[in-house]
């Protein structure tokens, strides 16, 4: 069969042949309809995610996606290494598959479940969200930024959202769906205007893809020192690192603020809590975005164009998928 093969960490999938998988242990073989390209997948076959050293090569790119079972059902389900999803055929354990409903075509379901989990548990697990609180999203118009807006208020109910972001036409995009206000990198103070909100309603959670420069600024921005009740306290949740994997952060800041810095991560989340999510979660996520409560823009490529596509950046707030 044709399949996305890493032959090596560092080098994009090779589209060419790959033995068929054959049934073990319960699992089953599926006939794969769609997998996403996500930044978890490019760190595994890079080499800089933690998990690549655990990686079994060759092997098939692709850590889920949807694919159909010999019963006819439509799936999201992870493969069974070194059978990953990008491929014609694959791996899977049918007890671990959540249904894709009638309505939501296998491209979005297959592009959803990684951004909207990591959301799910930024705002639930690691932010610890509640309705009457102030949110910041740094990072706001890619793929998980904006689920984690439109999240924020259909799910946890949270009355302010600001999102931050540089491309102009989604942070107004972003408007429509959730975001209060908005904040456009590269052409406003960001320090300057998260500290005047800051001041004006205190932020309760902050959720970062970013890092880098941008989270140096409004991380300064967070003082209680102007704050008239004198404290306040706001979780900061690290989740990506777009604009820089390190940063400077002088002492004098986490003294002068009420912060809590968090990851949000395979190693930083309980077991359990990424259980429910795949659980409960992901079946009300694939009912919200067949009913058209959520939006994700999705870009379709087919699956022998992977090596050229790969190195690719994605369009702003696009999940790009491919099929086989």
């Known amino acids: 069969m044709k399949a996305a093969v890493v032959e090596a960490l560092g080098r994009p999938p090779v589209y060419t042949d790959f033995p068929e ?39 098939i790119a692709g850590v889920d996606g949807v694919a ?4 006819g059902r439509l799936v999201y389900t992870g493969a069974i290494s070194p059978y990953g999803m990008m491929a014609e055929r694959t791996l899977v354990e049918p007890r671990a598959a959540v249904d894709v409903p009638d309505g939501l075509d296998a491209v979005t379901a ?20 509640q309705p009457e609180h102030h949110l910041l999203v740094l990072g706001a118009t890619g793929v998980t930024g904006a689920l984690a807006i439109q999240l924020a208020k259909t799910v946890f109910g949270v009355e302010q959202v600001v999102a931050v972001g540089r491309d102009a036409a989604r942070l107004e995009w972003l408007q429509s769906v959730g975001a209060d206000d908005v904040i456009r990198l590269g052409s406003e103070d960001l320090l300057a205007r998260v500290a005047a909100a800051h001041r004006d309603r205190p932020f309760d959670a902050v959720l970062d893809y970013l890092w880098g420069e941008p989270a140096e600024q409004v991380l300064a921005a967070l003082s209680n020192d102007t704050l008239s009740a ?27 603020a009420g912060i809590s810095l968090a990851g949000l991560g395979p190693g930083s989340v309980p077991l359990d809590v990424l259980i429910r999510a795949r659980a ?32 690719q950046r994605e369009p702003s707030g696009t999940r790009v998928v491919f099929t086989p």
């Open 230 to 256: 004198g404290f306040h306290a706001t979780r900061f949740v690290q989740v990506g690192q777009m604009a820089g994997a390190t940063i400077t952060l002088p002492a004098g800041i986490l003294r002068s």
């Open 280 to 311: 409960e979660f992901v079946p009300q996520l694939f009912g919200m975005l067949a009913a058209g409560q959520l939006q994700l823009t999705t870009h379709r490529e087919s699956l022998e164009n992977v090596e050229a596509v790969w190195t």
């Open 68 to 71: 159909r079972l010999a019963d």
């Open 110 to 129: 297959a592009a959803a479940p990684n951004p909207g989990m990591s959301a799910w548990a930024s705002l639930g697990h690691s932010a610890q969200v």
């Open 21 to 59: 998988p054959a049934e073990r242990d319960g699992a089953v073989v599926a006939s794969v309809e769609a997998a996403a390209m996500t930044n978890l997948v490019r760190g595994l076959v890079s080499g800089s995610h933690y998990a690549s050293k655990g990686l079994a090569l060759p092997s």
